[in-house]
């Protein structure tokens, strides 16, 4: 299945906006991705950055309004059109928002556009009364109706020094959108509903202090972002991180293992799957106290209790309701990973486990790769080598797919 933007073919109508030096990194993130990336500058552009930026960042040819009219004949802009899986203009001019809205096509981008099948994006940038004008507005909305997506713009500092509406996204959050769309068009997941849970939740001592874990988040966000590539509609209920939602995801943020609970049990209930991907504390203390605990009444004892258990109370729900149809728990191993995994997996009624051994500095909480071992009812064990857990988070929602397709 493999990411949902490696091997797209994707336009990149950049326009006269100040915010061109940030297309030449989207340019370059998407390539990174593999996608294909061709660039569309027009005549206003090309005062901001030439098109030799875009071809050093893409390997592609970039092109400009000449080659409209160049040897490869007036039919160049039907051949990019055809071609494409999408285009995204980005930073979208008031000029060009205008233009495409009104069928006006006497450059090669507005053309292309024209002659387009595929999903257009645009990212607005521009002045923030440019923005706000009736003119543009109206414009903006008739692409909307049009079922062209608009990404953006952001309120923040514009080029003037003055703050306001009109700000382009940065590339990370347009390649966000971008994978949204792709995700809408084919997925294989579109029209499902998958609750992810992410990061550690964090157990409260006193007014200041906390039981935590070293979760970052990363792997449960990165399925959220694989499930949003392939269509789904994303409930991400995470414990406190610094993450960037994924563009498309639903996040709920929570603390301790309670609250947790409370909103997964109410996000199952409309669910096809849930991925409980959290490191949900086993034990949270006894009483909260509710100023914080102070040195000079000594050393504190602290009790500990047991945190709900939620893939429990989700198989006691599953028993009566019979959703989320799919359920796939975690395991954080210190040892005897697949014995203890399996265990799990039986005592929590999954239909998938990943079993990652934390004592490997490179698997597990916090890091940025993984080291996985998947575990089924029937007593398949699949061990993985070490990978990104966006290449985790892929090789699970492709088994996610496949078990969705057998328990419909
Ligand atoms: O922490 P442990 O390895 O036991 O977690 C196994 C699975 O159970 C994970 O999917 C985790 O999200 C889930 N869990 C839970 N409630 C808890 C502790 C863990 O649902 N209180």
């Given amino acids: 299945m493999g990411n949902i933007l490696s091997e797209r073919r994707i336009l990149l109508g950049v326009t006269g906006s100040i915010a061109c ?79 495409i809205a009104h069928g006006i ?151 301790t293992a309670q609250e947790m609970l409370t909103a997964v049990l109410e996000a199952i209930s409309a669910a096809d799957a849930l991925v409980m991907a959290a490191a949900v504390a086993d034990f949270r203390p006894e009483t909260v106290v509710t100023e914080k605990l102070s040195k000079e009444e000594g050393i504190p004892q602290l009790r500990l209790t047991l945190a709900p258990d939620i893939l429990s109370a989700v198989a006691h729900f599953r028993s009566r309701s019979g959703y989320p149809r799919v359920v796939i728990g975690f395991a954080a191993e210190s040892g005897d990973l697949v014995e203890r995994a399996r265990q799990k997996l039986v005592r929590k009624r999954l239909d998938l486990i990943v079993a990652n051994d934390i004592t490997a500095p490179d698997s597990g909480l916090g890091a940025d790769t993984n080291r996985v071992t998947l575990i089924d009812p029937a007593g398949n064990v699949q061990s993985y080598p070490l990978m990104t857990k966006d290449e985790v988070a892929q090789i699970l929602i492709e088994k996610l797919v496949s078990l969705l397709e057998i328990s419909s």
């Fill in 21 to 99: 030096y940030k297309a030449a990194d989207l340019a370059s993130k998407l390539t990174q991705q593999g996608a294909s990336v061709t660039a569309i500058l027009t005549a206003a552009a090309r005062q901001f950055i030439t098109p030799l930026t875009f071809q050093s960042v893409t390997g592609q040819r970039a092109y400009v309004d000449e080659d409209l009219w160049g040897h490869e004949g007036h039919i160049q802009h039907l051949g990019l059109a055809h071609g494409a899986d999408l285009i995204a203009i980005a930073p979208a001019s008031a000029n060009t928002i205008a233009k």
């Fill in 105 to 255: 096509c006497d450059n090669l981008l507005t053309l292309t556009c024209l002659a387009a099948t595929c999903p257009i994006l645009i990212a607005p940038a521009m002045d923030s009364g440019m923005y706000t004008h009736p003119t543009t507005q109206a414009n903006v909305e008739i692409l909307k109706q049009r079922g062209v997506y608009v990404a953006g713009p952001a309120t923040g500092r514009m080029a003037s020094g003055l703050t306001g509406i009109g700000r382009m996204l940065e590339p990370s959050e347009i390649l966000g959108h971008l994978r949204w769309v792709l995700g809408r068009q084919e997925g294989r997941l579109k029209g499902k509903r998958l609750v992810v849970t992410a990061g550690g939740t964090s157990e409260p001592i006193d007014a200041v202090r906390v039981i935590t874990n070293r979760s970052s988040g990363k792997q449960g966000f990165a399925i959220a972002q694989a499930a949003i590539d392939q269509g789904a509609e994303v409930t991400l209920i995470t414990g406190p991180t610094a993450l960037p939602t994924p563009v498309g995801a639903r996040r709920i943020e929570v603390n």
